[in-house]
């Protein structure tokens, strides 16, 4: 039996047991990945090798569902681009298919949005850090994403209640963004903060709530 043959839940098992790992043994073309993984399956292809995601928990669904909701509603208000989640990215520059949590595409680039895939960088994209991706959102996608170019990454672990975001700097590396008076302030989305509290509380804050403290007004 090939992981082609495996069914979701045992393709989940298997995410489970490899803990962040690449499937061992086994080695694709792009071709042949996205052939192979459908849209029910959570994976990501680097340099020919296959990494199976774990499910995600209550707390990481939730939590991704209210970035998404939040960004949405600024970027749809204020006319700015694309708000997408969990679909393939295609990294220039890098033999890898990423799946970002949630990530922002400004409105001059929107021809990069295909129907099963991201081709070329985001403008932003945010992870959230689960038991087994925390090497994979802490490193390896830190790598990732500032070598194909994309502006801005924000990594949330909510188990360490730990949050950084960093910006490219001049030089194309990485620069870490301050957190100013409570709060970290994108640089690619100017009406953008978050307070680290907000992202620990249970329940999470209302985005209403939220976006009233930006200043933010939707129609």
């Known amino acids: 039996m090939t992981l082609r043959d495996l069914e979701q839940p045992d393709l989940a098992a298997l995410a489970v047991e490899l803990d962040g790992e690449p499937v061992p043994g086994l080695r694709m073309t792009e071709k042949e990945f996205e052939a192979w993984c459908d849209e029910d399956t959570r994976a990501e292809w680097v340099n020919g090798e296959v990494i199976l ?4 928990s209550d707390g990481h669904d939730d939590l991704n569902v209210w970035l998404l909701a939040l960004l949405r509603l600024l970027v749809e208000n204020e006319e700015l681009g694309l708000i997408r989640s969990n679909m393939h990215v295609r990294l220039p520059n890098r033999k890898t298919r990423r799946v970002p949590d949630v990530f922002f595409i400004s409105r001059s680039r ?22 087994d991706s925390e090497a994979r959102d802490w490193r390896d996608k830190y790598i990732d ?7 801005e990454y924000w990594v949330i672990d909510p188990n360490a209640r ?39 509380k249970s329940p999470l804050p209302k985005i209403a709530t939220v976006l009233k403290e930006m200043r933010i007004r939707w129609s």
């Open 145 to 151: 994403y500032e070598k194909s170019g994309v502006r």
């Open 110 to 131: 929107k021809s990069i949005v295909k129907p099963t895939v991201i081709d070329g960088a985001p403008d932003l994209a945010i992870e959230i850090v689960s038991p």
């Open 53 to 56: 995601m774990s499910p995600a």
């Open 162 to 200: 730990r949050v950084e975001a960093y910006c490219l700097g001049r030089d194309k590396q990485y620069v870490r963004i301050k957190e100013i008076d409570g709060r970290i302030r994108s640089k690619v989305l100017r009406k953008l903060y978050v307070r680290p509290e907000w992202l620990w």
